[in-house]
């Protein structure tokens, strides 16, 4: 993220002032939402518009395998799905009000287990995963219907598992920006031994926020429990974003020898 630095002159009576203005730069932080698997893009709308209400550039679509491409429901599998995010990431990144070194991505369950795999492919600053799901590694490329048949599924999400025990955690730990994970009180889908999963593969992350939404089930159904998330995800972002220019601007302010601080301002008034 970059902040723009420009020297001025203000005529006043005969003379000449200097000043000095910092803005923001003409590009704007990147948010991509990724809907769960059986939801869609109309579930992250509402989100991206508080989300574009603070300066962001936001992008929802649909995944493979739902609304207007739902015959391929059955057969779409992991492959497919993480290249349809590919897609989208790379659409966002061109569009040229978008700061590409300033991307978030927003994952609900199965688009969670998405955006982690995504972090091993291309650059993300910001990361937020709801209720992350978890598969194994194995039968990668099966129709992600068949991932359920599997009866020891529940088993491995209810295990404690290593970074490196799984594609998805291996891609948390290699990851160094910030992140943000939301857990459901009563989720009966991701139990919080996935959560803890997640929390201990994101070793290397220069932050972790960690949230419980208290009476949540995993789907959120209730409207308290969205408003919850809502507040919970825009307020995150916020803080991230704003830093982020904070940090921009002290490093331009430190480029032009101008480092502000109390010990160096004039103590006379």
Same mark, same amino acid.
């Given at each position: 993220?970059?902040? /723009? ?6 005529? %006043? ?28 893009? &109309?579930?992250?709308? %509402?989100?991206?518009? &508080? ?31 993480? $290249?349809? =995010?590919?897609?989208? !990431? ?7 009000? @978008?700061?590409? #070194?300033? +991307? ?5 369950? !199965? ?8 972090? $091993? =492919? ?12 978890? !598969? *194994? ?18 088993? !491995? ?24 994970? %939301? ?8 139990? &919080?031994? @996935? ?10 992350? /220069? ?11 995993? $789907? ?6 969205? *408003?919850?998330? #809502?507040? +919970?995800?825009? *307020?995150? =972002? ?19 020898? *101008? @480092? $502000? ?9």
């Amino acid at each position: 993220m970059d902040i /723009r630095l420009e020297s001025v002159e203000l005529d %006043v009576e005969d003379e000449r002032i200097c000043g000095t203005v910092l803005s923001p730069a003409a590009r704007l932080p990147g948010v991509l939402f990724v809907h769960g698997w059986g939801g869609s893009q &109309e579930h992250d709308l %509402v989100r991206a518009r &508080e989300a574009a209400g603070i300066g962001c550039v936001c992008l929802t679509f649909d995944l493979r395998g739902h609304e207007r491409t739902a015959r391929h429901w059955e057969n779409v599998n992991r492959p497919q799905n993480l $290249a349809d =995010l590919l897609a989208a !990431y790379d659409w966002l990144v061109r569009r040229p009000n @978008v700061d590409p #070194t300033a +991307i978030a991505v927003v994952g609900i369950s !199965y688009g969670g287990y998405l955006a982690a795999l995504l972090t $091993a =492919l291309r650059p993300v600053h910001w990361l937020t995963l709801r209720s992350p799901a978890l !598969y *194994k590694d194995e039968g990668w490329d099966l129709p992600k219907l068949r991932l359920h048949v599997d009866t020891d599924l529940r088993a !491995y999400r209810r295990s404690t598992l290593r970074w490196d025990q799984n594609r998805a955690l291996r891609a948390c730990a290699d990851y160094r920006g910030h992140a943000l994970l %939301v857990a459901a009180e009563h989720d009966e889908i991701v139990p &919080e031994a @996935v959560i803890d999963n997640y929390a201990e593969a994101f070793r290397h992350a /220069r932050s972790l926020t960690r949230r419980t939404v208290d009476g949540a089930d995993h $789907a959120f159904t209730e409207k308290p429990a969205q *408003k919850a998330y #809502t507040a +919970i995800l825009i *307020k995150w =972002l916020s803080e991230m974003i704003m830093g982020a220019r904070e940090e921009a601007a002290g490093l331009r302010m430190r480029e032009r020898g *101008k @480092v $502000a601080s109390s010990t160096s301002e004039p103590s006379r008034s």
